[in-house]
Each structure stands twice: as structure tokens, then as C-alpha cells.
């Protein structure tokens, strides 16, 4: 068998035709060793014309094979002793070798560098990026050299000296525009940073934000470390809150100094609280899942663990059933809690992904829980999220489970019930069921026209976008309202139009980010940015010049989103009116998830498998037999 000869013929060199082509001569025992001179005047007999007629390629063939009879040249170098024709096989591999590798880096290193389109931020990372920043400059305590905030300094080093604490209650974060450090809405910003880090974990590392991320999460997980024993198994107390101010005070505190938290000398007291199963609820989760979130770091993620099961303990305590801020004039005029069962199943959903312990996914889906949190009611205001309800929250996170893990029984009842309801809270969103108003930009009302709406809809878009993404992820199409059907891309366009909204695509064509755009507001409620980062101490009623002056404030509050406008879609940047200018920790936080489900910078996709990694293997269950019957 033989090789195909592209050009026609058999590369099979016959030897018949060869004797016969030299005259009828042949030698069997040279088959393969030919006489090249009687090949091309054989016995002397033949003419000069015979000879021309042989075969051209026959003629090709000899005449190759009786050039290589030629003497080779050779090179001494000496050592070694190389022929003209490897010499210049080595010199044209050096040349090939160079034009082909050497070259091409060469030119390569020259070229100014060029960023791909394909990897530009989009507007959406560019606001992300501001917008963490915004908890660096809230942080109370002893700053790292790397925090980033040129205006922000050591402070609050005297909080909790007034507690069995040892060393205090240094650390956390400053609320808003003042300087309390309310442990509520802290608690549930934490939570909320760590579940879009567990969900966005790609992205964020994507953006190059998750080490930061991580960073702030630690954070706030220490300090609410502080504020209760994390050391023992049973508490009959928390720490709720640092700092303060009542309304109306000549004293001075925290509302009635205008003050960078640098300049604070005024007493701050510490608040501390022997009922709440609220604030121990968030503050479990806020641990649970951060715990999830440093599980590559046992030690700590055990401590955080041990931490969270301790305060939902103290949640769970029946004789300890009672708002954190009940009856108290320096919580409940600003973080006032309504109820607690929202945040026993929103706890109990982290500490059950936190731990696998099937006693909290138990108490999630006992009928209880959500009959006395009205989750089943459909109330419009409880489909939306925010630190005082979970409950939206707490179901799309065990619809969730449902959506991946399909439990089964005992669970599925309760479970399906839970994301009947996330779907509908969906519609709720939209436009056309008129359940909540829309401004005519565009924006939704869902604290139907009353200030700081902004929070609001953050948290929105971030439902909307998370759940859209479960689906995809899930390989499901859409969903049903009523009889309608819906794609996942209207909840995307549902959460892209909210946050455009906040990000300037809006009447005022304002960005209500600080610091993200060219039109943002300047005279922010807030006492650290607006007054001058000059050395100079300003005293309680000091810094008051500040808070009146009609100047921008000497320091831009970088991330910060802002109360946000009326629902005549009208701002007014202005320092006095904190409904409009003052940001919020519960605020940022929703925002910072919302944009980064946003992000286009991977696509998409969720981390499926992160938050259960801690959920046993869940075998089939089948449910009780039923009585035997009886005549």
C-alpha cells in the first residue's frame, strides 16, 4: 500500500520499468542500487536522443541523486566542525525563532497600552466602586492606614467605657449623617453586604472588590461581637445602640452637636436592652451569614457561628418577647422595630445554611412563624424590604432552597407557600397591577410618597434582579402573575430602571450617589464631610456654622446615595432637610447589592453552591403513612 501522490501517479519507483527504460538490464540482487551513468548512457549503445527521452521525473530523480555525490563543505570552528549546509539550517532557525517569538514580543512591548471595551467597567461597577466606599467613610474606631478616607480619622475611642466590655464598644459604624451607632440597621446592613457577597462572589472578584467587601463585613461582624458575651452560651443582655439624642434636647448629644465624630467630648451613653428578639434576630443573621462568608477561615467562622446560635437563642427566649425599641425615646423615634417574626425566619434561614441544623429550617417553615409575621396576607407594605421587615427577604431566600434543592417533604408545603409569595411580591413591582405609585420619572413609591424613598427601592431592584437570577440559574424562563405570564428580563428592566433612576436618569437629572457623575448633590447631612478637615477643633455648637453654611461641604462623602427626591421627582440639596441629603447605612447597603447583581462584567450567573455548603445531604422523604382505618 502506498502513500497518494497529490500530483497523479504512484510514488512506487518500479523496477521493471527502470530495466526497461535502460535497455532490458536488470539485477535482482541490486533492486534498489542503480548505475546512474549507465542509467543515462547505458552500454554505450544508446544515442544522445535516447537518453532525452528518459521519463522527467526519472531524469529529476538521477540528476538529485548524482548531485549529492558532491563533496560537502564543512566550517571549523575549532571545537567542532560544522558543514556549509547545517550551518545554514542553524543561522535560519536562529532568524525563524527570532522573527517568530523575539520579534513579536519586542513590538508588543513598544505598542502604548490599549484596555480592551470588552473589559470596561460599566456605570453600574463605577457606582459600585463608590459606593462601598461610603461604609469606610462611616467607620467609628481605630482606622487601618488603608481605609481610603483622607478626612477621617481615629474615633469614638471612649464608646462602651460605660459597659462590663473590656476595652469598650470600639469599632462598628456610625449610622447616617450623625454619629450614633444604632446596632439594628447595622446588623441588617451587614447581612445584606454578606448575602450579596455569597450570591456575586465572581463579580465582585471580577471588579476586584471582594477582599474590600470582605473587609467591611469583618468589620461590622466584630463589633456586634462586642455588644453581648460571645463566649457564652446564654445572655440575659445586649448592647443596642451607642450614642444618642432625643428630640427637642438642649443637651448636648449626638443630634444636638454638630460635630466630626474627631471632635466628639460630649457623653455618649450605651443603650442596652434585655428584650428584643428583633435586634438578636438581625444580629444572628448578620453573624450566620457572614460565617458563610469567611468559611475559609474556621476559626473565625466558628466564632462567628457561635456567636449568632448564642443571640438566636436569647431571640427564642419566651420570656424575653418584646421590640427592642419599645418605650425607648432614643431608639423609637428612629429605628423603631414593628414585630420580630420576620426576623425569626430570616434568622433561622441563615443559621440553618450557616450550620445545617434542621431545627432552624424547621422553625422557617412552621406554620407559625410566618402566620404571625401576616406574610401570607399580602399587604402591600410587607413586600417591601427594608431593616425593619424581612419578610420579602427572608422568603426569597428559602425559595431559594426550594428552587435549587428541592427538599421535599416536610418542607415543601411551607416552602412552596413562600415562593407563591416572593412571586407575587414581583408583580407588586410592576408597573401595570398599580399596587404601588410610580412618580412620572419613573420612580416607585413604595413608601407610598413619604421621604427617603431611595432605601426602598434599592432593596427593590435587588429582590427583583436576585430573583430573575435564581431563575436563570434554575433554567426557568419566567414567571406567572395571575393569568399572566412574565420573562425574567421584565424584573430586569423593572431593577435597571429603578437604580438608572438613582444613578441620574431622572427628571432632576441627578445622580443621588455622591460622587458618581457630573450632577450629584454637594450640601450632604452630614456632620464629618460638611465641616473643613483642617486641623481645627470645632466644639458642639461650634460646628454649627457649618451645618447652616450655604456652601457645597468641603468634603464629598464618596458613595454615599442620599434620602433621594419627593414624588414629584423634585430634590432639594440641601444640609438642613435630611429627608432629601442624608445617607444611611440600610440605604448603601441595598444599593451595593443591587449594582452588583447589575454588573455585566461575567454575566449574569449566581454562586449556586456557596451558601449551602453547610446543608446536609437531603435524602428522599417521603411523608407520614396515614391512620389505619377504622370501621
Known sequence: MHSRNHWGGSFELSTDNLAEASGGHHDNSHAGEWDRAALLDHGGGHSQQQRFDLDETLQSWVLERAAEKKKKKYVDFGCIMVSHKALKWIIGSILV??????????????????????????????????????????????????????????????????????????GGYYDAGDNIKFHFPMAYAMTMLSWSVLE????????????H????????????LLTFNSSATKINKIYAQVGGGL???????????????????????TITIFKGPD??????????????????????????????????????????????????????????????????????????????????????????????????????????????????????????????????????????MYHNVTSLTMCSYLHQFNVFN?????????????????????????????????????????WYCGPNYFPISVLKAFATSQIDYIMGKNPMNMSYIVGYGNKFPRHVHHRGASTPNDNTHYSCTGGWKWRDSPNGNPNNITGAMVGG???????????????????????????VAALISLTNNIGSGIDKN??????????????????????
Open 97 to 170: 525563532a527570532f522573527c517568530v517569538i523575539a520579534l513579536p514580543i519586542i513590538i508588543s512591548k513598544s505598542l502604548p497600552k490599549h484596555h480592551s471595551r470588552t473589559t470596561s467597567p460599566d456605570n453600574y461597577t463605577i457606582a459600585l466602586h463608590k459606593a462601598l466606599l461610603f461604609f469606610n467613610a462611616q467607620k467609628s474606631g481605630i482606622l487601618p492606614k488603608s481605609n481610603g478616607i483622607p478626612w477621617r480619622k481615629n474615633s469614638g475611642l471612649n464608646d462602651g467605657n460605660d459597659t462590663d466590655v473590656k476595652g469598650g464598644l470600639v
Open 200 to 211: 456575586y462572589k465572581q463579580k465582585y472578584m471580577a471588579v476586584d472588590e471582594y477582599e
Open 213 to 224: 467587601a470582605r473587609d467591611l463585613i469583618k468589620w461590622g461582624a466584630d463589633y456586634l
Open 247 to 269: 428630640n427637642g434636647s438642649t443637651t448636648p448629644d449626638d443630634h444636638y452637636c454638630w460635630q466630626r465624630p474627631e471632635d466628639m467630648t460630649y457623653e455618649r451613653s
Open 279 to 416: 435586634l438578636a434576630g438581625e444580629m444572628a443573621a448578620a453573624l450566620a451569614s457572614a460565617s458563610i462568608v469567611f468559611q475559609d477561615d474556621i476559626t473565625y467562622s466558628t466564632t462567628l457561628i457561635k456567636g449568632a446560635t448564642t443571640l438566636f437563642a436569647f431571640a427564642r427566649d419566651s420570656g424575653k418577647r418584646s421590640t427592642y425599641s419599645h418605650g425607648d425615646p432614643n431608639i423609637q423615634p428612629y429605628y423603631n422595630s414593628t414585630g420580630y417574626y420576620d426576623e425569626y425566619m430570616w434568622g433561622a434561614a441563615w443559621l440553618y445554611y450557616a450550620t445545617g441544623n434542621s431545627s432552624y429550617i424547621s422553625l422557617a417553615t412552621n406554620p407559625s412563624i410566618p402566620k404571625n409575621a401576616k406574610a401570607f396576607r399580602m399587604i402591600p407594605d410587607f413586600s417591601v424590604l427594608s431593616w425593619n421587615n424581612k419578610l420579602p427577604a427572608a422568603m426569597l431566600l428559602l425559595t431559594r432552597f426550594r428552587m435549587f434543592l428541592n427538599p421535599g417533604y416536610p418542607y415543601e408545603d411551607m416552602l412552596k
Open 438 to 478: 410610580f412618580t412620572k420619572g419613573g420612580l416607585i413609591q413604595l413608601n407610598h410618597g413619604k421621604p427617603q424613598d431611595l432605601q426602598f427601592v434599592a432593596n427593590a431592584a435587588f429582590l427583583a434582579s436576585l430573583f430573575a437570577d435564581y431563575m436563570e440559574s434554575a433554567g426557568v424562563p419566567g
Open 565 to 591: 427626591p419627593d414624588r414629584f421627582d423634585q430634590f432639594h440639596d440641601s444640609r438642613s432637610n435630611y429627608n432629601f441629603t442624608e445617607p444611611t447605612m440600610a440605604g448603601n447597603a441595598g444599593l
Open 610 to 631: 456557596t451558601i449551602f455548603s453547610k446543608v446536609p445531604p437531603l435524602g428522599p422523604q417521603n411523608p407520614p403513612p396515614p391512620p389505619p382505618w377504622k370501621p
